[in-house]
């Protein structure tokens, strides 16, 4: 089947492109960039995309599948079409699945599961067995299998002696090490700890037990000159950390989730455990300190986190509920909204922000918008107003603080492995 993408501002920083053009789409290969002769036309089916924006597709770096077990939350196949309606064409599931991402078995499984999916799903496995931070995960069997790095997401790595060998091994295959900077000693609490958590009665968490884990991690990865990557970064004094940290040379990268940079501890007033994360929402300081961790570039990714939670699990006594939220139908809307509206970003820097740096901090192709590659594109309208409707979300679980935000912005159809998902249907191109 022939398509035709027509009147796209065409977007790839990575290429200095940003033009108006027409695509010629066949067999799931860009066949012709500019002007389309006549015939061909009259064999294709075209989209007019008149003020719509083109980019290569994008990529949420830190995503939560819930399979294998616990497929009541969330599949590979419905995190797929949920990250598809959010304009994804790639996602890194993370490994705090039952069991664990810890053997070559569950990376095949996954890997095998998402093959027919448009969304391509790129394994984080464990970086210790069961996420104990006791054993090493069998890492060189695991990087065979498919792993793009390592992680005991939901945990820290417990010690520095068990961090030091997990670098030292990824480094040999040059992939990163993804920490959830929590000291656990600290982190025992429901939300963070300030002057909110004091009127609540609240039992908190300070800034310092992330920025303990940071500057552990950011000095382990300069003695072994191994790459870490600091996911859902929520500090004032972790950006800092960070900034620093890469100007001596560091191999260290971050991300940031839109609640993190959109959402304070204010909104715990409400007890709504849709508020209740991990890293808990901080403070206007710390939101300032990550905006400008984004201009300058210290922050390299955005990610949504996406993590599904059943409706009974959430529905209970704030402090027992489980922490996070759904975020992969909202993260582009929120971004757009936030940063590009706001000025905080370019649009090139966002899409840098959701599609390429992902990328080269996993070691993966970026996709490259001309004659001959294959189709991996995601068509924005920067512009469209829309409010975010939990019962319409595509994931199967509805646990989002941002139900019923007002945003501007939102991705309209996705191309990749030969297939398009435009108007909520897959096509096969």
């Known amino acids: 089947m022939k398509i035709i993408l027509k009147n796209a501002r065409v977007i790839n920083p990575i290429q200095k492109l940003d033009s108006k053009l027409d695509l010629l789409i066949e067999d799931g290969v860009i066949q012709k960039i500019g002007e389309i ?5 009259k064999d294709s089916q075209i989209f007019d995309f008149e003020n719509k924006i083109c980019v290569p597709g ?5 995503v939560h599948l819930r399979e294998p077990g616990r497929e009541d939350e969330e599949t590979i196949d419905t995190g797929s079409n949920s990250a598809a309606a959010g304009g994804f064409t790639g996602v890194a599931c993370m490994p ?6 810890d053997s070559a078995e569950i990376v095949k499984f996954i890997k095998e599961k998402s093959k027919k999916n448009l969304v391509d799903v790129f394994p984080v496995a464990a970086a210790t067995l069961n996420r104990k931070g006791e054993a090493l995960s069998p890492i060189a069997e695991l990087y065979e299998a498919g792993a793009i790095a390592f992680s005991d997401d939901g945990s820290v790595i417990k010690n520095a002696g068990i961090l030091r060998r997990v670098l030292e091994y990824s ?11 929590e000291d656990e000693t600290l982190s025992d609490g429901a939300m963070n700890e300030g002057l909110v958590s004091t009127i609540l009665g609240m039992p908190s968490i300070p800034n310092v037990a992330e920025d303990l884990i940071v500057a552990r991690d950011i000095l382990m990865a300069e003695f072994t000159d191994a790459r870490i990557h600091i996911a859902h970064i929520s500090t004032k004094g972790a950006v800092e950390l960070i900034r620093q940290a890469k100007k001596r040379g560091v191999k260290v990268t971050a991300e940031v989730t839109p609640h993190h940079f959109t959402l304070t501890d204010d909104s715990l007033k ?11 929402l901080r403070t206007t300081s710390d939101i300032q300190a990550i905006l400008e961790g984004l201009k300058d570039g210290t922050i390299d990714c955005i990610a949504s986190d996406h993590a599904p939670h059943a409706i009974e699990e959430k529905e209970m006594e704030f402090v027992f509920a489980p922490n996070g939220i759904v975020g992969l139908e909202t993260t582009l809307g929120i971004s757009i909204s936030e940063l590009v509206h706001k000025k ?11 599609s390429i740096n992902p990328r080269k901090i996993l070691n993966l192709p970026i996709p490259e918008i001309k004659e001959g590659s294959e189709v991996n594109l995601t068509i924005i309208d920067t512009d469209l107003i829309w409010t975010v409707d939990v019962t319409k979300l595509k994931s199967k679980s509805k646990n989002s603080p941002f139900d019923k935000r007002l945003l501007t912005g939102k991705s309209i159809s996705v191309i990749n492995k030969r297939q398009m998902y435009f108007e909520d249907n897959y096509i096969r191109i």
């Open 171 to 181: 480094k040999m295959f040059d992939v990163p090490v993804i920490e959830h900077c």
């Open 270 to 280: 409400l007890f709504d455990t849709n508020y209740k994360m991990s890293p808990p």
């Open 58 to 62: 994008l990529f949420d770096m830190h």
């Open 96 to 101: 705090n699945t039952s069991p664990d991402i």
């Open 344 to 354: 905080i970003l370019t649009l090139n820097q966002l899409i840098e922000k959701l």
């Open 37 to 41: 002769s006549e015939k061909v036309v």
